[in-house]
Antibody
């Protein structure tokens, strides 16, 4: 059974970089798209971007200048880095597999606050 | 970006009711349309992919259909565990985009 688990700081200061890691267990990361999706409190879902297992990426345009998503096949992990964060980046961040998101992590709340 | 518009934004229904949620794409997305269910405090769960394919383990009371750029999620007989928020999502072209969600509440 494939499982995904997000990890990283729950609190980030404004202007700093938000960094999260998603660890994949029960299956290999060497296939599929690996996605990050976020949900601000009380709001809907926003796809942030993906890294394909080969390393190619696609990002949502509104975040593209601040965003890096990468895959580490040796660790079966993929990561998210979002720079210059503001309060608007406060959200639950999910990692998910594939083009239709068939497996999800449980989500991790990241709050941007000083 | 492709805009996905869901309707209604919320609805009230009773156990046993047939419920229909619609999602309209702003341009053609072929059959690259997926449906998710989300309960409070939980990650979304994939119900339907490719417009009408039932994800493994999802009850058969859930079904999806398509007509052009209009897509429909139907719950044949609403069960207590189905009260949740439902989202559509297009995976035709990036940026992949979600509808705004439909909250299904108990009448």
């Amino acid at each position: 059974q494939v499982q995904l688990q997000e990890s990283g700081p729950g609190l980030v200061k404004p202007s700093e970089t938000l960094s999260l890691t998603c660890t994949v267990s029960g299956g290999s990361i060497s296939s599929y798209y690996w996605n990050w999706i976020r949900q601000p409190p009380g709001k809907g879902l926003e796809w942030i971007g993906y890294s394909y297992y080969s390393g190619s990426t696609s990002y949502t345009p509104s975040l593209k200048s601040r965003l890096t998503i990468s895959v580490d096949t040796s660790k079966n992990q993929f990561s998210l880095k979002l720079s210059s964060v503001t309060a608007a980046d406060t959200a639950v961040y999910y990692c998910a597999r594939g083009r239709h998101f068939d497996y999800w992590g449980q989500g991790t709340l990241v709050t941007v606050s000083s | 970006d492709i805009q996905m518009t869901q309707s209604p934004s919320s609805l009230s229904a009773s156990v046993g009711d047939r419920v229909t949620i619609t999602c309209r794409a702003s341009q053609s997305i072929s059959s690259y349309l997926n449906w998710y269910q989300q309960k409070p405090g939980k990650a979304p769960k994939l119900l339907i992919y490719a417009a009408s394919s039932l994800q493994s383990g999802v009850p058969s009371r859930f079904s999806g259909s398509a007509s052009g750029t209009d897509f429909t999620l139907t719950i044949l007989s609403l069960q207590p565990e189905d009260f949740a928020t439902y989202y559509c999502q297009q995976s035709y072209t990036t940026p992949w985009t979600f509808g705004q969600g439909t909250r299904v509440e108990i009448k």
